[in-house]
């Protein structure tokens, strides 16, 4: 889809809660809708970039790209990055505890560091809600951020997501 056209609206679901709703707009009418439960997430750019990042992790998470990454053992072959960095921000590599393992999303380009942490403290604390206490470790990390290279740049686990969620109460 060639996106011709995004609009940022504040919404309310049919619960009651307040939402930002992200359109995404293509030719032939074509149009992809993200919303998003924090109403505060700050201005339109802040806003877009935080849907483009959902679309990216929700568009490829636990999803094969072809029949030799469905036979894989879930390391599905490396994205290429051509730069780290560029005058929107930097490239980051988002990794999410899955269980006993982790699955890692082809990288985001984001407006900082700063805007990449906390999309992974949003992320962890939205985690938080799927850990089962006697079936799930309620320890240890959710989620990590890192360079393109591989570097680990900062690591959420579930005691700074906790502390951070109630924080934000």
């Known amino acids: ?18 939402v930002l709703r992200v359109f995404f707009r293509g030719e032939d009418g074509d149009c992809v809708t993200v919303d998003m439960a924090q ?3 700050g201005n339109d750019a802040a806003v877009l970039d935080r849907a483009r990042a959902i679309l990216v ?6 999803l094969a790209a072809n029949d030799y990454d469905i036979q894989s053992n879930g390391n599905f072959d490396e994205v290429a990055v ?9 490239v980051y590599i988002f990794e999410y505890r899955d269980g006993e393992g982790s699955r890692q999303v082809p990288p985001s380009s984001m407006p900082s560091f700063e805007a990449a942490r906390e999309e992974a403290v ?4 939205d985690l ?10 309620l320890s240890g990390w959710l989620v990590r951020v890192r360079s393109p290279t591989g570097d680990l740049l900062c690591s959420i686990d ?3 997501a906790e502390a951070i969620r109630q924080s934000r109460e």
């Open 1 to 18: 889809m060639q996106i011709i056209r995004t609009d940022v609206e504040r919404a309310t679901t049919s619960t009651g809660e307040p």
């Open 39 to 41: 109403a505060e997430a």
């Open 57 to 62: 992790q929700t568009a490829t998470f636990d």
């Open 82 to 90: 051509t730069a780290a960095n560029d005058e929107n921000g930097g």
């Open 122 to 125: 949003r992320c962890a604390i």
């Open 128 to 137: 938080l809600a799927d850990l089962e206490p006697g079936t799930d470790a």
């Open 158 to 160: 579930v005691q700074e």
